[in-house]
């Protein structure tokens, strides 16, 4: 308990101490699942758990996500610049929680199946998944027959201008497709999230599943 209030003194929030706390830990236990599933390869990937309106957790740039210790989390609130020791790509969290505030865990991978599926679906700007059972895992998906579609952009270190697109890719009304919760950089790896620290981790797990599925169907039909 000590520790968490030194980090909430840092950031001289008034966050509630026990949802900073609990943020903080969504944080530490989502690093940890991902490295054990060879998700966020050499200090890769970035994960972040909303704390309030205002504010969130999220990993500094280039720690190890499969051993996160406090020191290694930054509380940054939504409305001032990224603080010194963030990732660069801390710019696509804190735009995403501003743009949706239901959003309560944003995870980002470096995933094998993400980063390779994304190449190939970058021409078409979009991935489309369907027949498969656990796109249900989905929030708002009800059938195998749905067809899900993944957004992908083109990768760039402008993270600002990437931003840009990102936010406004999304703010776009969905046509007959359900829009995942997820997009795809490519070459890059997979932006999941959900209103909850579960509900993130059960979405990026299965699309993850998903792009594995789909890189497997592809390799055995035309
Ligand atoms: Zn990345």
């Known amino acids: ?25 969504g944080v530490i236990a989502a690093g940890r699942a991902a490295a054990f599933r060879h998700w966020v390869p050499a200090t890769s990937g970035n994960f972040s758990v909303r704390i309030d309106a205002d504010t969130i957790a999220i990993t500094r740039s280039g720690v190890d996500k499969g051993n996160l210790q406090l020191a290694d989390i930054l509380i940054q609130p939504l409305a001032v610049p990224l603080l010194p020791g963030s990732s660069a790509e801390a710019e696509l969290h804190t735009a995403l929680y501003r743009q949706r505030p239901d959003l ?32 249900k895992a989905l929030s708002g998906v009800r059938t195998h027959e749905a067809i899900v579609e993944i957004p992908v952009f083109a990768n760039d270190q402008d993270i600002s201008a990437l931003s840009g697109r990102v936010d406004a890719r999304l703010a776009e009304p969905g046509g007959d497709a359900i829009v995942a919760p997820g997009y795809l950089l490519a070459g890059h790896g997979l932006y999941a999230w959900g209103a909850t620290e579960a509900e993130a981790a059960r979405h990026l797990e299965a699309l993850e599943t998903l792009f594995e599925f789909e890189l497997s169907y592809r390799r055995f039909t035309p």
Not at 18 to 24: E, F, T, Y
Not at 104 to 125: D, K, Q, W, Y
């Open 104 to 135: 309560g865990a944003i995870f980002h991978v470096h995933s094998p199946a993400a980063t390779v599926l994304s190449r190939l679906a970058a021409p078409e700007g979009r991935l489309l998944l369907t027949g498969w059972e656990l796109q």
């Open 1 to 25: 308990m000590a520790q968490t209030i030194s980090l909430k003194t840092e950031c001289g929030s008034a966050s509630d101490e026990s949802a900073l706390a609990k943020a903080v830990a």
